[in-house]
Nanobody, 115 residues
Framework: QVQLVESGGGLVQPGGSLRLSCAAS????????MSWYRQAPGKQRELVAT???????TYADSVKGRFTISRDNAKNTMYLQMNSLKPEDTAVYYC?????????WGQGTQVTVSS
């Protein structure tokens, strides 16, 4: 089992920045990919960014150049640095980890971009 806990969400003005954190615990050694997803009201959950075990990172076109995914292996924590935030980035952001055939989710953290 893997437990994921997100933090760092909040209210920010357009153009502002936030950094989300995802702390992983439990049987984390065989996780091969971790990702950030988001879900806006009335919309499907969408993939924002992924970090694979080989160190490869991928981003949704809508966040390229603005968001950066990273990790601190010593702290078992993944981050999402979000810059130049737009109102359309408003959503609940979820941490996701994949381990063999199992997918784990965190509880989500709300990000609201509004003036």
């Amino acid at each position: 089992q893997v437990q994921l806990v997100e933090s760092g969400g909040g209210l920010v003005q357009p153009g502002g920045s936030l950094r989300l954190s995802c702390a992983a615990s439990g049987n984390i050694f065989s996780i091969y990919a971790m990702s950030w997803y988001r879900q806006a009201p009335g919309k499907q959950r969408e993939l924002v960014a992924t970090f694979t075990g080989g160190g490869t990172t991928t981003y949704a076109d809508s966040v390229k150049g603005r968001f950066t995914i990273s990790r601190d292996n010593a702290k078992n924590t993944m981050y999402l640095q979000m810059n130049s935030l737009k109102p359309e980035d408003t959503a609940v952001y979820y941490c996701n980890a994949r381990q063999a055939a199992t997918t784990y989710w965190g509880q989500g953290t709300q990000v609201t971009v509004s003036s």
